[in-house]
């Protein structure tokens, strides 16, 4: 009974030290976009229950942003109130004469994703990502930027 004991313990020693690790934060921003193809596409533009043409116009969301990336160990590799701060004055102008609120055009949560991905990987590389955007917290996307997929590790 003690061997299995010490077994199961180095286990979950095991377990611990190659956990997968990330932090997560939050935020939302005020954001005004809109779907050209919902007033052209007969799939969108239905004219019954399941028309949403309306979306073809400029309309207002409060975007939330969930995103998680890779830290390597449990003492502040990244700490997430810095993270957040960030990630937040990415989407805020700093001039007196320019709005905060996200002009956005034609994108989608995931084409948001993406542009978000794109500023995060430039300032920690070689971490996994993963961004969750969606339109008022209610219909949104979850897109996982992994390095450990297949063809996406650098190749030197």
């Not at 596409?41 to 890779?70: C, K, M, Q």
């Amino acid at each position: 009974m003690e061997q299995r004991k010490q077994a199961l313990l180095e286990q979950a020693n095991r377990i611990k030290e190659n956990a997968e690790r990330k932090i997560w934060v939050t935020f939302r921003k005020e954001g005004i976009h809109k779907y050209p193809a919902a007033a052209t596409d007969p799939n969108l533009s239905t004219g019954d229950e399941y028309d949403v043409s309306f979306l073809a116009s400029p309309h207002r969301h409060i975007f939330h942003f969930r995103v998680w990336i890779d830290v390597f160990h449990n003492d502040r590799d990244i700490e997430f109130i810095q993270f957040k701060r960030w990630l937040e004055n990415l989407y805020t102008s700093h001039r007196s004469d320019s709005p905060t609120v996200l002009k956005l055009d034609f994108k989608s949560c995931e084409m948001i994703a993406d542009d978000l991905y794109d500023q995060i990987a430039q300032r920690y590389p070689e971490r996994a990502i993963w961004i969750d955007v969606s339109e008022d917290g209610e219909n949104g996307c979850l897109i996982k930027y992994e390095l450990s997929r297949p063809n996406l590790s650098i190749k030197y």
